[in-house]
């Protein structure tokens, strides 16, 4: 989503100093930059994982922001950056088939009942999923987006003031579809879900032949109540939370292992995955019931919550899926050092993209 632009395409922002991507939540800050050579061929240049002692940014912290951005000299750099706002409308419409320009009126049109105040207040996008023919009449299907201009401009804003220049604003759901199709080879007719387990929020996409076709949050899915369920077993102090929360949003490490190898431990983190597999079924059959799809193919873990031990094991022994967790080769080495999930979003914000 662009907010004050009009593009069609994407424009030329990996210029000699590259894009830089911005994905942050509650945790962190995924920095990605990547720079394109003389034959078009994109790589990643630098990434970092900012971390944020706290969720509300104070004053110190934003000066200690703009020191990174000066020491990695990222200032005036064209940024991509991640949005999920409470205004953020994420829905699947049918459309007659008309001209591109006439289809942002009728998006509009479809989103009206979900938005709250008047349509000027908020920025639209669309996404083709496939073209339905019936008889002698066709109709689109597409993912239809709408996010209140509040949200990007206070985005824009906050990133002005580091020294940043925010050319693109994309949810997480598309900057994820973006970094899974650089890496995953379609097959036609497969369909393939991504399930990124956030410390507070996760979301369930799924996608095929490089578009989204569904994106759901998972309400009942955090790493944040999975350690509190085992914080009720095995208190900590203040100061082993915060290592255990550090290890596991920054470090890629198995924080189960700080609570012991006890039979309490165990039952608690089954009883985490079963709640998550409880909520990914869910979400799969949505999907499937939606778009009348039998099955999907795999579902790659990122995020955090990809670090959980014999995750990705139990969907499989559970919800019988193939799994993996979110891994990145480009020309043929490894990316992020093993800390792949970390930067699924960050990754898909830095990459091309088309835009209507």
């Given amino acids: 989503m662009l907010s004050g632009f009009n593009f069609k395409k994407i424009l030329n922002f990996y210029n000699r100093r590259g894009l830089l991507a911005l994905d942050m939540d509650d945790t962190g800050i995924r920095f990605v930059k990547t720079v394109q050579d003389k034959q078009k061929q994109f790589s990643v240049a630098q990434f970092f994982l900012y971390p944020l002692l706290e969720e509300k940014l104070e004053e110190k912290e934003i000066r200690a922001l703009r020191d990174f951005v000066r020491a990695n000299d990222f200032q005036d750099m064209d940024v991509a950056t991640n949005i999920e706002d409470i205004s953020l409308k994420i829905r699947r419409v049918e459309v007659p088939k008309m001209p591109d320009y006439d289809l942002i009126e009728a998006v509009k049109w479809e989103l009206r009942e979900v938005i709250e105040g008047p349509m000027e207040d908020y920025v639209f996008r669309y996404s083709p999923i496939e073209e339905l023919t019936?008889?002698?009449?066709?109709r689109l299907s597409l993912v239809a987006y709408a996010i209140h201009k509040r949200a990007i401009q206070g985005r824009f804003h906050w990133l002005k003031s580091l020294g940043l220049n925010p050319v693109i604003v994309e949810p997480n759901a598309v900057a994820l579809l973006a970094g899974f199709n650089s890496f995953h080879q379609w097959v036609k007719g497969e369909h393939h879900?991504?399930?990124h387990l956030g410390w507070k929020r996760s979301l369930f996409i799924v996608v095929s032949q490089g578009r989204l076709f569904f994106s759901r949050p998972t309400e009942k899915i955090s790493v944040e109540h999975c350690l509190a369920m085992l914080q009720?077993?095995?208190p900590l102090s203040k100061e082993k939370y915060d290592n255990i929360k550090s290890l596991c949003t920054q470090k890629g490490g198995d924080f189960v292992k700080s609570f012991g190898d006890?039979?309490?431990?165990?039952?608690i983190l089954g009883r985490c995955y079963q709640q998550f597999s409880l909520e990914l079924q869910s979400s799969i059959d949505a999907f499937s019931v939606m778009f009348h799809v039998e099955r999907v193919n795999s579902i790659t873990l990122s995020g955090c919550g990809a670090f959980l031990p014999q995750l990705?094991?139990?969907f499989e022994t559970?919800?019988?899926?193939?799994?993996?967790q979110w891994q990145v080769t480009m020309r043929g080495r490894r990316?992020?050092?093993?800390l792949d999930p970390y930067f699924s979003i960050?990754?898909?914000l830095s990459l091309p993209q088309e835009y209507p």
Avoid: D, M, P, Q
Wanted: avoid cysteine; proline fraction near 0%.
């Fill in 335 to 338: 990316v992020f050092e093993g």
């Fill in 312 to 314: 990705k094991e139990y």
């Fill in 262 to 267: 006890s039979e309490t431990v165990r039952s």
């Fill in 193 to 195: 879900g991504v399930l």
């Fill in 318 to 324: 559970n919800i019988g899926i193939t799994a993996r």
């Fill in 134 to 138: 019936s008889g002698e009449s066709s």
């Fill in 346 to 348: 960050a990754l898909g």
């Fill in 232 to 234: 009720e077993a095995v």
